[in-house]
């Protein structure tokens, strides 16, 4: 087959958690919560039950679009007047580098546009495709822990400012 007739490779469905229904809300924050312990190390963990009914706190998800029933990666929010709060970005490991992560970013970027804020992160300085990914979304370093996360692992907290 030619280059020209190779079909196109499914895209992403990206929603917020509000978007869907009550009733199919349980099972996603079940999922997310799966992802979480594939990912990151149990002390980063979050309790979904908790932290999903906080009315502040706000998820983007993306699917693919021939299979809406796994989520493939989320962005964990919390908003606090005009700061926004970056809590959580995971994407499966099989989906990384191609640009879903930069798409969940932008997504809350264009949510939160109205009015102005700014984006807050922590991130470990040892997480090298994240930091690539902050960088390339245009948040910038305004503080420095050097060994927060243990030897050698600082944790750097980036911003980005929005919609001024
Ligand atoms: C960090 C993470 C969310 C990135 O998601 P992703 O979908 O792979 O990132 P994208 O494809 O959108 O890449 C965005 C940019 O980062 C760069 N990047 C991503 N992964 C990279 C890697 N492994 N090495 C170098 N650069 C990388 C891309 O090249 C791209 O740069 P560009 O915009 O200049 O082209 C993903 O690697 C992940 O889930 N990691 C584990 C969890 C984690 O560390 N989360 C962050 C906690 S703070």
């Known amino acids: 087959m030619s280059k020209a007739h190779l079909p196109t490779p499914p895209d992403f469905l ?6 869907f229904q009550p009733k199919d809300r349980q099972a996603i924050a079940i999922k997310v919560a799966k992802l979480e312990r ?3 190390p149990a002390i980063e963990h979050f309790n979904y039950d908790v932290e999903l009914k906080k009315k502040n706190i706000g998820m983007v998800l ?26 959580k970005l995971c994407v499966l490991e099989q989906e990384r580098e191609k640009g879903l992560g930069k798409r969940l970013i932008e997504f809350l970027r264009t949510q939160m546009e109205k009015g102005g804020c700014q984006i807050h992160l922590w991130v470990d300085s040892n997480r090298k495709p994240a930091m690539a990914l ?25 911003e980005l400012s929005i919609g001024e």
């Not at 990206?14 to 978007?19: G, L, R, V």
């Not at 993306?62 to 809590?87: I, S």
């Open 62 to 87: 993306a699917f693919k679009e021939d299979d809406t029933d796994t989520v493939v990666a989320y962005l964990v929010y919390q908003r606090m007047k005009r700061l926004v709060w970056l809590h």
């Open 38 to 40: 594939k990912v990151f």
């Open 134 to 158: 902050y960088k390339s979304c245009g948040f910038q370093q305004i503080e420095y822990r050097p060994d927060y996360y243990g030897p050698g692992r600082a944790a750097l907290k980036m």
């Open 14 to 19: 990206i929603k917020e958690f509000a978007s």
